[in-house]
Each structure stands twice: as structure tokens, then as C-alpha cells.
């Protein structure tokens, strides 16, 4: 499988039965300002109501850390019910979304993006490292790259042999964590239950619960499929540089 490796990170303020830090966990802190910025504000139990499932569901998911991260027709829900982008309550592991310690490049012509290190653990937790070093790209190739923010565009180096030939060993993608959803079917970095992945994915159509075709480009490696809830897609690989 197509891998990346690096350092550990520290781990922060840690809630009950989980290793996501509650406190800090940018998905909860959105699920709950969304929540409040209703008229009249939405209870937990209200919402836990609204999505089918029982009454307690999202005052564990907040204060308990179960579930670890919200299943994605969950998130679907809630995005719709709560006028949100579905995005902002999406967990992105550990730093992925944090400031990071190099000063970006910024110009009125040029943006940076980070570049990360990536720890799989073999405990199927993925601990990330801040950035070791910033690129700067032209703002307007950036945008015909992605519709994304800059700040949603992370690069990581590949590791394996499993979607070759199209990405290589060593290869460095550019991935946008705003885009989760496998609709049109394309490249993604996932979580797939062992560590960080890079698959070809697709919808599997008139499937309930909804199925996801998990493909590698090296026909050595086998497809295989999941539901849309038992991966973590972590974001769209939308360009790779190679070295000559």
C-alpha cells in the first residue's frame, strides 16, 4: 500500500475512552457553534432526534469522544439540517488543519503550502506532524489546481509501489482536505483501518448502506470495497511532482 512515514506527534488533552483531544477537536467545536447559531438554538437531544439516533448520541460524540469521528451520512445530515458545509465537521486528523510552526510565504502573487510528515500507527491511529517545510506556488495556478482555499491544500510524499504507475514511490502529492466526498471518482487519501492510503475510489451505485470501490492502479494489488462509514477519506489528491 502506498504509505507515509515520519516522527510521532505529542498528543494533547485527551477525552474519555478516545485519543482525539475533545477540547481542541475542530469538528466538535464547529458541530457546537452550529448548534448555537440556530434560532432558537438546537439541543443535543433535539439534534441526536433529527438524525435517527438516540438521545444521547452527540452529547457522548462531544464530551466523550464517542464516536471518534461522525460517520459521513451523519455529517450529511447535520450539514443539512444546520445550513453547515459538511467539511467543517469532518475530523481532520491531529494537525492537519493546525497552524503550523513555518511562517507562510505569502505575496499578493503567491501562497505556500505546508508540507507534512506522516506517522501511521500500526494501531490504525494516524498521529501528524507539523509542517517540515512550506512551497510557494503562483495564486492563480493554485487556483485552477483547486476550488479550495489554500489553506485546505497539504503535501505528503508517497511511499510503496501499490498505484503505480500513476503515483510513484517518493512521489509528492498536493491533497485537499475540503474535498471528502468521492463524487466524481478519483484519487484520495483515506484511512483505511491500518494507516494512511493513497486509493482510487468510486461510489458504488444503488448500494444502502452506500459502498465504496476501493481500487489500486498496480494490478498486483487487489480492489476491495467498504462502506462509506468504515474509511476516513482524509482528502483528494489533486496534482504529484516526480523527481526525473
Not at 34 to 39: D, I, K, R, S, Y
Not at 150 to 157: D, H, Q, R
Not at 191 to 219: F, M, W, Y
Amino acid at each position: 500500500m502506498d504509505r507515509a512515514t515520519s516522527k510521532t506527534a505529542p498528543a494533547g488533552d485527551r477525552g474519555k475512552n478516545t485519543d482525539i483531544d475533545i477540547k481542541n477537536d475542530s469538528a466538535r467545536n464547529a458541530l457546537r457553534t452550529a448548534l448555537m447559531n440556530q434560532t432558537p438554538p438546537v439541543t443535543l437531544k433535539q439534534a441526536s432526534r433529527a438524525i435517527g439516533r438516540n438521545d444521547a448520541y452527540l452529547h457522548q460524540y462531544l464530551y466523550r469522544g464517542s464516536p471518534r469521528h461522525l460517520p459521513e451520512s451523519i455529517r450529511y445530515q447535520l450539514a443539512d439540517m444546520l445550513t453547515v458545509d459538511q467539511a467543517t465537521l469532518a475530523h481532520h486528523p491531529d494537525n492537519f488543519r493546525a497552524p503550523q510552526h513555518h511562517a507562510p510565504f505569502v505575496t499578493q502573487t503567491m501562497s505556500s503550502v505546508p508540507f507534512l510528515d506522516i506517522h501511521a500507527s500500526a494501531g490504525g491511529g494516524m498521529l501528524i506532524d507539523t509542517a517540515t517545510a512550506v512551497l510557494a506556488f503562483p495564486r492563480p495556478w493554485l487556483r485552477k489546481i483547486s476550488p479550495s482555499k489554500t489553506e485546505a491544500l497539504k503535501l505528503i510524499t508517497i511511499s510503496g509501489d501499490s498505484m503505480a504507475p500513476v503515483l510513484e514511490h517518493g512521489d509528492t502529492v498536493m491533497l485537499d482536505i475540503d474535498q471528502t466526498r468521492p463524487s466524481p471518482p478519483g484519487i484520495f487519501i483515506l484511512h483505511d483501518g491500518l494507516g494512511l492510503v493513497a486509493k482510487r475510489i468510486e461510489l458504488v451505485p444503488s448500494t444502502n448502506p452506500q459502498l465504496l470501490r476501493i481500487c489500486s492502479e498496480n494490478p498486483a494489488y487487489t480492489s476491495y470495497q467498504r462502506t462509506i462509514d468504515e474509511v476516513q477519506i482524509i482528502g483528494r489528491v489533486v496534482w504529484f511532482a516526480r523527481n526525473l
